[in-house]
């Protein structure tokens, strides 16, 4: 089945700094999801990419559709407390989406 | 705020229990979803409905049985369970099956002893 790497797997950052983190599949997507989840919530969306090379921001994050439409990345630049959850990244072809198993990301102070 | 809702927040039952989690969309979208997700694992779909029809069945055990009454409306019947099934159980929904933009609600954590 499809199948979408994350890496890295958890983060541990200081507040300020700024995030990296990226998304690779074997496969070729339509569309790439980036979703946060925040501990007791359901995943929110944050940022939806939908043509290859497409680089799109939304406030201090920043995502791209990689050319080979194989992989995507997410920046969050001066990160915050308020930052800290499972950050998915998700793909949509034709099926419902593929999940990846998520970024863990934590924010000291 | 997701427009989703879903009850109980939380639930304990045991092996031979008889429980339902239920979950409503303010959305009016046509689309409703079941995932399961586990520690260390990624989210799973288990159920797809598409207008009140169940379009996707992704292997999962005769011990879920869901229902949707009607468009807004999504149930997951849980019966025999095992211990193995504990796990949040997340609810979505969106404009159509397909539609990328999937709205979630905050889950259904479930322990079974």
Redesign the interface.
């Known amino acids: 089945g499809q199948q979408?790497n994350q890496s890295p797997q958890s983060m541990f950052i200081q507040e300020g700094e700024d995030v990296s983190m990226n998304c690779t599949s074997s496969s070729i997507f339509n569309?790439w999801?980036w979703y946060k989840q925040e501990p007791?919530?359901?995943?929110?969306?944050l940022i939806?990419l939908y043509k290859a090379g497409e680089l799109t921001s939304n406030g201090r994050l920043t995502a791209q559709f990689g050319i080979t439409r194989k992989d995507s990345f997410l920046n969050i630049s001066a990160s915050i407390p308020s930052d800290v959850g499972i950050y998915?990244c998700?793909e949509?072809g034709?099926?419902?989406?593929?999940?990846?198993?998520?970024t863990r990301l934590s924010v000291i102070a | 705020e997701?427009g989703?809702t879903q009850t109980p927040r939380h639930l304990v039952m045991g092996m031979t229990n008889k429980k339902s989690l239920k979950c409503e969309q303010h959305l009016g979208h046509n689309a409703m979803?079941w995932y399961k997700q586990s520690a260390?694992?990624?989210?799973e779909?288990m159920f797809?409905y598409s207008l009140e029809e169940r379009v996707?069945n992704n292997s999962v055990p005769s011990r879920f049985s869901p229902e949707c009454p009607n468009s807004s409306h999504l149930f997951l019947h849980l019966h025999t369970l095992q211990p193995e099934d504990s796990a949040l159980y997340?609810?979505?929904s969106s404009q159509a099956?397909?539609e990328?933009?999937?709205?979630?609600?905050?889950?259904t954590r479930l322990l079974v002893l």
Do not use: D, H, R
């Open positions: 979408l569309t999801l007791g919530e359901g995943p929110v969306l939806a998915f998700a949509s034709n099926t419902p989406l593929v999940f990846g198993k998520g | 997701t989703v979803y260390k694992k990624p989210l779909l797809v996707e997340l609810c979505a099956v397909g990328e933009t999937q709205y979630f609600g905050p889950g």
